[in-house]
């Protein structure tokens, strides 16, 4: 890895000692809170500029309030999220679509894509992923008084919910969950290998749907239309490769660390289970204080921000667990208040790019602590072990056994 | 009280038709549909609710002079009759 130079336009005084990699609490801790170990930055300026704060070693300007970061996320134009930060391991700079075209272009995939995904359709998929949900922990349930929350609960079940909505077969599940695992948390020779395996399954997927279409997303995809003609067999595999990787991690960390907090927290843990109703606005609170992603954009332009001189190339980061802990946006925020109203956190990003599957994220997360909470007794994290948590591009938690005996 | 509806600034949220899927209606895609919202008397409570939790700041209150004389959600104060 190589030290970062801070560019020239850069204040010096505009630099901080902090990035989501290499700040204290950011390597995997035992026992760790990487959330609250980056709510330091509010006792600071609002933008600051962090040298060594994206996987390959890059500087970025840190934003940290909400309001700040609504502003840059719903300014696409200013700030583009055309990075190919999946491509570009392959040596390649084709984009996820939607996630990395700009508007107009995004717009156009994006309305594509949206009916498969909206509120309304999440009506039709809700009973598969509660009666997914319900066999996994009846199974843990019978099984014995303890388990790995994330292993035998988490990843089963976010994997398969998603294996389904893309059409492929359960049996599969441990393949899959092993190259995200590569993707997202390899090193230099794992990452760039899993990409190229994913990339190739994804072109044959589309290649088998094209000639033999079924019910599923990727026949979808293929026989869409935009603007008057089908996708481009890029446009197919980067939309592919993007929902691939995206249902993966995000959604199993965050039924992590919210089982977490409440092995914790026995009196909330009480409180949900016997008042069920109250899940939907404690799911809100747990993706408030222990979102998982740190969006970066790059600038289109040079801008002043603020009191900082942002120039056309440089990287802004825009993370929701920042965001998420600005007091100025809500009222004690390293507090977990499970009854939080108006809880208009960053969990799922803003602006035109707001994550595509938070709708079917949110259902799994509060349908995950529902049949839990129904059917696993008062539980705690076992003696003598400690969960694992980690800071970096997507924050993350490993190693939660929990304990009912 | 009416519901000022940016339409331009909804990114498909829908925490506001999550709080009150009467007041707040959404096109096939997930995003609000366009035009203002008179909410009715007993709806106000969820309806402020809903435009309180968008997280883009979409939708905007504008209490009219006939909410603001029985303002929804606050007890009649009895005590000082």
């Not at chain 1, 408030?288 to 790059?298: E, F, G, L, T």
């Amino acid at each position: 890895m190589t030290i970062n130079a801070v560019p020239d336009h850069v204040p010096p005084e505009m630099v901080r000692d902090f990035s989501l990699f290499t700040s204290p609490g950011m390597a995997p801790t035992p026992n760790g809170d990487p959330h609250a170990a980056v709510a330091c930055v509010h006792a600071g300026p609002p933008i600051f500029y962090s040298p060594y704060n994206t996987r390959d070693g890059r500087g970025t300007w840190v934003i940290t309030r909400a309001a700040d970061q609504r502003r840059v996320l719903q300014d696409a134009e200013t700030f583009s999220s055309h990075r190919s930060i999946f491509s570009s391991a392959l040596g390649e700079n084709w984009p996820m679509i939607p996630l990395e075209l700009d508007p107009p272009a995004h717009g156009v995939f994006r309305s594509l894509l949206n009916p498969l995904l909206s509120p309304k359709r999440l009506v039709v998929l809700e009973p598969k992923v509660r009666e997914r949900a319900i066999t996994l922990i009846l199974r843990i349930a019978a099984s014995g008084t303890s388990c790995d929350v994330m292993k035998d609960f988490a990843f089963p079940f976010t994997v398969s919910i998603f294996l389904r909505l893309l059409g492929l077969p359960d049996h599969r599940l441990d393949t899959f969950v092993g190259w995200a695992k590569d993707l997202l948390h390899g090193d230099n020779v794992k990452r760039p290998a899993a990409a190229r395996t994913i990339v190739a399954f994804i072109d044959e997927l589309a290649t088998k749907r094209r000639k033999e279409p079924v019910d599923d997303f990727m026949t979808f995809i293929v026989q869409a239309q935009v603007e008057g003609r089908r996708l481009t067999e890029e446009e197919v595999r980067g939309i592919g490769v993007l929902v691939f990787i995206a249902g993966l991690d995000t959604v199993a960390a965050a039924i992590g660390f919210g089982l977490a907090y409440l092995a914790r927290n026995i009196k909330d843990q009480d409180l949900l289970r016997r008042e069920p109703d109250r899940i939907v606005l404690a799911a809100e609170e747990l993706l408030r204080a222990y979102p998982s992603v740190q969006i970066i954009r790059v600038a289109t332009k040079d801008i002043d921000f603020e009191g900082a001189p942002i120039r056309k190339g440089d990287y802004v980061s825009c993370a929701a667990m920042i965001a998420n802990r600005d007091p100025a946006e809500f009222e004690c925020p390293n507090t977990v208040d499970l009854a939080r109203e108006d809880n208009r956190h960053a969990a799922f990003g803003f602006g035109p790019h707001r994550c595509l599957g938070s709708h079917l994220a949110r259902r799994e997360i509060v349908i995950g602590l529902e049949e839990w909470l129904a059917r696993i007794p008062a539980f705690r994290i076992q003696n003598a072990t400690a969960p694992i948590t980690s800071g970096g591009h997507l924050f993350g938690i490993e190693n939660l056994i929990l304990d009912w005996s | 009280m009416r519901i000022i509806v940016h339409k331009a600034k909804c990114q498909g949220h829908a925490r506001c038709s999550a709080q009150a899927p009467d007041v707040f209606k959404l096109d096939d895609e997930g995003y609000i549909l366009p035009g203002d919202i008179e909410v009715a008397e007993g709806e106000q409570l969820l309806a402020s609710r809903g435009a309180r939790s968008c997280p883009e700041r979409a939708l905007e209150l504008d209490p009219t002079p006939a909410a603001r004389v029985v303002p929804d959600a606050i007890e009649p104060r009895v005590w000082r009759a």
